[in-house]
């Protein structure tokens, strides 16, 4: 399945009233990203969250853009649900259509008790010697469920607390941030993605870790918002800046 973190990876609260009880509140989060390579703009990545009652739902689009975009058109479009407290994130379902400019695909995968019980491809994908088995993959999530982890507005004082494994129904990979520096009104995680299992042998040999830098800014209501991430990619520096 497509990683858009390999190129670049909401709180719950509750309120009471005076005249009712304690209700879950519903926290939406959406933004748009702009990913840069060498300066160059190479994509747009966007996503949209919501959470409520110990749920959230996440849809997500990736699209080349710029100079890429003339030499080749890929998408990603993407959805995942599933159940969530505090930042232990417990999918449901994830579904992927990709466009690569060649081929167009579709998978899905589904969970049982947190752990990946069927993975689907249209077409059906080109088996490798060893796979790494989705049944030893329980307490994972899918690639869409980390990004919005990674991405989404936090309470102020929990930044860069984020720890997820990742599996897509082919990659086993890692991605955590933590060292949160105080920068002004900005604060700076240190982050990193690491492959895991499922790669190739020479793409194992080529990289394994991949640092980058989580900037968030206030909104205002005592929250933070991730406005950069800057990281070293397969292909150079690049950036994901927000709108």
């Not at 969250?49 to 890429?68: F, H, M, P, T």
Request: net charge positive; glycine share 8%.
């Amino acid at each position: 399945m497509t990683n858009p973190l390999h190129i670049a990876a909401l709180g719950l609260s509750l309120f009471a009233t005076l005249s009712a009880p304690a209700m879950a509140e519903r926290v939406e989060d959406k933004a748009t990203f702009d990913v840069v390579i060498h300066g160059f703009s190479a994509a747009t990545l966007a996503f949209a969250g919501v959470e409520e009652n110990d749920r959230y739902a996440v849809s997500g689009v990736l699209k080349s853009a710029g100079i890429a975009a003339l030499l080749r058109k890929i998408s990603y479009t993407g959805t995942a649900k599933g159940a969530v407290s505090g930042t232990r994130y417990t999918p449901f379902s994830y579904v992927e259509k990709s466009d690569n400019g060649k081929k167009q695909s579709t998978s899905k995968m589904t969970y049982a008790r947190g752990v990946p019980s069927a993975v689907q491809y249209t077409p059906a994908r080109e088996a490798r010697e060893k796979e790494v088995s989705p049944a030893s993959q329980g307490g994972t999530v899918d690639t869409l469920t980390a990004l919005y982890a990674i991405l989404r507005d936090v309470d102020a004082g929990q930044e860069c607390q984020v720890s997820l494994k990742m599996y897509d129904g082919r990659y086993v990979s890692s991605i955590a941030t933590s060292k949160p520096q105080a920068k002004g009104k900005a604060v700076v995680c240190s982050g990193q993605y690491r492959r895991i299992a499922g790669f190739k042998p020479e793409d194992m040999a080529e990289r394994t870790t991949f640092p980058f830098t989580l900037t968030y800014h206030p909104t205002g209501n005592d929250r933070m918002r991730v406005t950069e991430v800057a990281m070293e990619s397969i292909y150079g520096k690049a950036a994901m800046k927000r709108r």
